[in-house]
């Protein structure tokens, strides 16, 4: 046992012997809990408990492989068996579980389980039995409604009850969410929601079956529980019987999975549910510098209910966080790309990621490392030109100057659906290969059976092509861009979307039109980006051994690098605007913020744009730096060379004559010395002045006012003038308020 026990810090040993009763681990970022999970495995077999007595919970079947591997390198050396251990995720074990106990629920033993696609054709199905289209009810945006209620504990007729009287879509997804739960009854099937509900009704309501797995598993250890859900919350405390010798390992800093179901608090909750439980914090941190954990505590404190913690660095302090504040977003990326320039020719082993909120934002960093010949994947999603959203929007662009090319008319041709069905696709194809011609050109001649179901569609889908053709010669590549979005439907389905689904595609649609405009300015015609368009779009091969990721903060979780630069931190983005009016989700933006701070091992650097386009506009908007950087410690962060302002600075955002006047002015004398990029001169008009430029920011932006009921706010928005004239006000705990000015009484602040 000494000799298992020896290469543990105390705190860790603590939580390794603490094996009876409730234990709580509260395991700061880099401080060990997997290596607290196995060893403690190991110790209770050592011990003589019976490894099929013991249970080890956790939510990706990567942790649960790592931790058997762990378990038995460290037996081996004992001589001692760990294949009889119960290591899984809690959807595995809930399989094993129900596989046994399923006649107790009415279940047939060999069950099915429905994976995503059959889950989706399960939905197709109840929308065919119920009469409702496809199209008016997306099948996958769906199937996440339903699975947002099981989580949440809402049943069809809940659902249905709930449903105001005169809401006919929600009455249509509570009847198809009855229908779907009826043919997976008939099926003999169960979801993935339906395997944690079904195990919990059945230890709920089946206390002999509770009592019985109760006595066999002794020993029960769950990891991340800050990412549980209400069920697998319960899952634990009634698997957890009278000896309660049950273990739970977390960080309630890194709760960042609401979104999906997961409730904050639970670490908290599990003291509560469990008197007298023993807490434990591991406290003694390998990962990073103490710069860099006293910055993240210092932000994370302003979370409420924190059971909290006090991380301590065994690198030593290090160096200060560095601050950079760019112009725009595309400084920001060639600032974040030089920087990455240096750390590879100097530290070439050394590990990197760049860090950011959304999805879309990746597009501009990845131009820029292409453009320095920097090596990197995107991590947890495509790159960014390689999005389905992003895919169709440019087949539509293509499809304006090729109508003949087949296969991008086949990729656009019923998205966003408008009722054109495989048969409809199968005789167009049919008539096309007989009369020799392009499918295009087939549409148009008339030829097709006039009693083809399809064919108006397949015709309003050629009068919008053709309207967009005669458009396009007139607009400016963003322009187009935007006028193909709205006018196709791409924006405003990808919208309903994100609604449903909590996902980006509008956002990277949008991100596509000011891909375009940025590409305008430096001089490329719409051929140009179209081309670089479908050669970045090639699935690039990178291996493990890349030392640059890009990364949502989502994705980044669990991870660790030598140096991250933490983009976007601006209101809107970070927090997201999503979370702007609602204290709850804050708190998690922050949690989320905290993440990301602590996967830098020894540099984290912090960035922001000062202006950035907003889709739709002509102009650069400027943005309010997140709030989350103003609760770093001034002696914490420095700022980098050629930042707009220091760390914490509060100024009024004038706009710079010369950014305003000429793009390109700040980034070419900043002296960045970028080796490999050479930037195209900016396109002049007639008279020699600036084409394609952002408009001048009005000088309002950035100036604080008082209003009588949001208190004191920053402008971060103009628009119209005179009398009529609004103003976009963002108020700290509101969010951004638009007011007319001569209404609104504000004051200056």
Not at 251 to 268: C, F, H, P, T, V
Not at 641 to 655: D, F, V, W
Not at 722 to 747: C, H, M, W
Request: aromatic share 6%; hydrophobic share 40%; with cysteine.
């Amino acid at each position: 046992m000494t000799s298992l026990l020896s290469g543990l810090n105390d705190r860790q040993r603590e939580a390794v012997l603490a094996t009876e009763g409730p234990v709580l681990v509260l395991a700061g970022a880099g401080t060990g809990k997997t290596r607290v999970i196995t060893y403690r495995v190991a110790h209770l077999i050592e011990q003589g408990v019976p490894p099929s007595a013991i249970l080890a919970v956790t939510f990706t079947n990567k942790a649960a492989g790592v931790m058997k591997e762990r378990i038995g390198a460290l037996l081996r050396v004992s001589g001692s068996n760990a294949s009889d251990v119960w290591i899984s995720t809690f959807h595995s074990f809930c399989a094993r579980l129900l596989r046994r106990e399923a006649h107790h629920l009415g279940l047939p033993r060999d069950f099915a389980i429905f994976d995503d696609d059959d889950q989706t054709a399960a939905v197709k199905r109840a929308l065919l039995q119920l009469g409702l289209s496809t199209e008016d009810y997306p099948p996958r945006a769906l199937r996440a409604q339903i699975s947002h209620a099981k989580n949440h504990g809402m049943t069809a007729e809940e659902m249905l009850a709930q449903a105001p009287p005169g809401d006919r879509s929600r009455q249509d997804v509570a009847r198809v969410y009855r229908a779907y739960d009826e043919i997976l009854r008939k099926s003999s099937a169960l979801d993935f929601d339906d395997l944690l509900l079904r195990s919990v009704e059945l230890l709920r309501n089946h206390p002999d079956v509770r009592a019985a797995w109760s006595r066999r598993f002794r020993y029960l250890m769950a990891d991340e529980f800050q990412d549980t859900n209400q069920a697998q919350e319960e899952l634990v405390r009634l698997l957890a019987g009278p000896s309660k010798n049950v273990c739970v390992v977390g960080d309630e800093d890194q709760s960042i999975y609401g979104w999906r179901g997961a409730r904050a608090g639970n670490l908290k909750r599990f003291a509560e549910d469990f008197p007298g439980a023993r807490i434990i914090r591991l406290e003694e941190n390998y990962r990073s510098t103490q710069t860099i954990l006293d910055a993240a505590a210092a932000v994370v404190e302003h979370n409420t209910n924190r059971l909290g913690k006090s991380l301590q660095a065994t690198l030593g302090a290090g160096m200060l966080l560095r601050y950079f504040e760019a112009p725009d977003s595309v400084a920001e990326a060639e600032f974040v790309g030089g920087e990455i320039a240096r750390l590879v020719r100097e530290q070439p082993e050394a590990r990197a990621a760049v860090l950011y909120r959304t999805g879309a934002q990746s597009r501009s960093f990845e131009e820029v490392l292409r453009r320095l010949g920097i090596r990197h994947r995107v991590v947890g999603g495509f790159s960014f030109y390689q999005r389905a959203e992003v895919r169709h929007a440019l087949g539509y662009l293509r499809l304006l100057f090729h109508p003949d090319d087949d296969v991008t008319l086949l990729r656009v041709l019923n998205v966003p659906p408008r009722g054109i069905g495989a048969k409809t696709v199968e005789a167009l194809e049919a008539h096309a290969k007989k009369a020799q011609k392009s499918l295009w050109e087939a549409i148009g001649d008339g030829g097709l059976d006039q009693g083809q179901r399809g064919l108006g569609p397949l015709r309003s889908f050629r009068d919008m092509i053709e309207t967009l053709r005669r458009e396009c010669r007139e607009l400016s590549p963003a322009a187009l861009v935007e006028r193909v979005l709205d006018v196709s439907g791409l924006l405003g389905w990808a919208e309903q979307q994100d609604n449903l689904e909590h996902t980006s595609r509008a956002e990277n649609l949008r991100e596509l039109s000011n891909a375009m405009a940025e590409a305008e300015e430096q001089g490329q015609t719409l051929e140009e980006i179209l081309d670089r368009a479908a050669l970045v779009s090639d699935a690039d091969q990178f291996d493990e051994s890349i030392p640059l990721s890009l990364m949502t903060l989502h994705s980044a979780k669990g991870l660790e690098f030598d140096a991250v630069f933490l983009a976007g931190l601006e209101e809107g983005l970070l927090p997201h605007s999503r979370s702007l009016n609602a204290a709850g989700d804050i708190e998690e933006e922050r949690r989320l913020f905290y993440v990301g701070m602590t996967r830098a091992k020894k540099t984290l650097v912090l960035s922001r744009a000062v202006y950035r386009r907003i889709y739709g506009e002509d102009r650069l908007r400027a943005s309010l730096p997140s709030r989350f950087l103003a609760e770093i410690p001034l002696e914490m962060i420095e700022a980098a060379a050629g930042s707009q302002a220091k760390p914490g600075e509060t100024r009024r955002y004038e706009p710079d004559p010369d950014f305003s006047e000429e793009y390109d002015a700040p980034r070419q004398r900043s002296g960045y010395g970028y080796s490999g990029y050479r930037r195209t001169p900016p396109k002049r008009s007639a008279d020699g002045r600036p084409a394609g430029r952002a408009t001048p920011a009005n000088p309002l932006i950035g100036t604080r006012v008082r209003h009588a009921k949001y208190g004191v706010g920053t402008i971060i928005g103009v628009e119209g003038e005179g009398e009529d004239r609004k103003l976009t006000v963002s108020f700290p705990g509101y969010g951004a308020k638009k007011l007319i000015e001569r209404y609104a009484n504000l004051q200056f602040a």
